[in-house]
């Protein structure tokens, strides 16, 4: 069972990728064989519109046309992996460009233009999305954040066809020296001290999300044999 995890964020070390990093220990722990592929460092632009997928009877059928640094991981995903995780953080409200790209190479080759609409992805995979983010969770309430997430957790629902889960992680921390930056907004002292009481647990929890999807792969990987 193969559990890779996504990150949307430039940085490779800090609250995006970490709180995937510690989803893929706890997958391990179940005994999955885990990868962390970093978004920011392949070649690969956004959907080009070209419809190939679309075209019955070709080659293209069903997957995306395109090559380029994306398309190993795409079919790795449509035949080597059981489960997937998509960590990104929130630019303007927004995942961030990479992720969204990354997004739309993933799941608009499968979508049939049926009636309803189908999925010609050809397994049934569990997901998560992982979202951290600078506001606090009631600010992101009120900023309408929740609905962009369930849009995405809806997404990867329908289209991989499993069960997906979301998990934001508000109030991050944005440098590890806020007195290199104007920082009028807000108390980096307070966020600074939140951050070391509060981000220790939501490592906790993410590695508990990663067991709890180890699970749910191999509950799928069962139905499906």
Same mark, same amino acid.
């Given at each position: ?50 419809? +190939? ?21 795409? +079919? ?27 997004? *739309? ?48 957790? +809806?997404?990867? *629902? ?17 440098? +590890? ?6 920082? *009028? ?41």
């Amino acid at each position: 069972m193969k559990i890779v995890a996504v990150n949307g964020s430039p940085r490779k070390d800090w609250n995006t990728a970490t709180l995937l990093k510690n989803i893929l220990d706890g997958a391990a722990q179940t005994g999955a064989e885990t990868e962390l592929v970093h978004l920011y460092g392949l070649n690969y632009q956004g959907c080009r519109s070209c419809f +190939a997928c679309k075209m019955m009877g070709k080659a293209s059928y069903g997957r995306c046309a395109a090559k380029d640094g994306l398309s190993p991981l795409l +079919a790795a995903i449509a035949s080597e992996v059981d489960a997937l995780v998509i960590g990104s953080p929130i630019y303007f409200g927004m995942i961030s460009g990479e992720t969204q790209s990354f997004v *739309e190479r993933l799941l608009f080759p499968y979508l049939v233009y049926s009636n309803p609409p189908s999925s010609l992805f050809p397994k049934k995979m569990p997901s998560l999305s992982v979202f951290t983010m600078n506001i606090d969770e009631e600010r992101a309430q009120e900023m309408g954040y929740p609905a962009n997430f369930a849009r995405q957790r +809806a997404s990867l *629902e329908r289209f991989l066809g499993g069960p997906s889960h979301t998990f934001a992680c508000y109030d991050t921390c944005q440098f +590890a020296d806020y007195s290199k930056v104007t920082m *009028e907004m807000m108390d980096p002292a307070k966020k600074m001290a939140r951050h070391k009481e509060l981000f220790p647990e939501e490592c906790r929890r993410a590695r508990s999300f990663g067991e709890e999807l180890a699970r749910q792969a191999a509950s799928a990987a069962t139905t499906a044999g």
